[in-house]
Nanobody
Framework: QLQFVESGGGLVQPGGSLKLSCTAS????????IGWFRQAPGKEREGLSC????????NHADSVKGRFGISRDNAKNTVYLHLNSLKPEDTGVYYC????????????????????WGQGTQVTVSS
């Protein structure tokens, strides 16, 4: 239904940066609020950032606020997550998904039920 392909992860040192990409597979994402999630080893998946359809609004979880950014290029059918000042605790598998727009105003990210999780992209922060 709503499937995504995540890419851009890798091994980085603490303090480093990465740019992750989320590309919609088989549909146009320009009608959806998009969120990024992270699942750290042994932890539940958590919402990190979301961006509105026209990029007029964004929101971030406290754990990444001030360090991560989110942007989108609807012409490329892609949403990006900009990871800066990375810490070891940022290690995990990063996913994107279409989300309810309430993420723009609250602290909870709700994936749309007609969507499905992709394979994610692994980010490992280590010296």
């Amino acid at each position: 239904q709503l499937q995504f392909v995540e890419s851009g992860g890798g091994l980085v040192q603490p303090g480093g940066s990465l740019k992750l990409s989320c590309t919609a597979s088989g549909f146009r994402l320009d009608s959806y609020t998009i969120g990024w999630f992270r699942q750290a080893p042994g932890k539940e998946r958590e919402g990190l950032s979301c961006i509105s359809v026209r990029s007029t609004n964004t929101n971030h979880a406290d754990s990444v606020k001030g360090r991560f950014g989110i942007s989108r290029d609807n012409a490329k059918n892609t949403v990006y997550l900009h990871l800066n000042s990375l810490k070891p605790e940022d290690t995990g598998v990063y996913y994107c998904a279409a989300v309810d727009s309430s993420c723009l105003y609250g602290s909870v990210w709700y994936p749309l039920r007609r969507g499905s999780w992709g394979q994610g992209t692994q980010v490992t922060v280590s010296s």
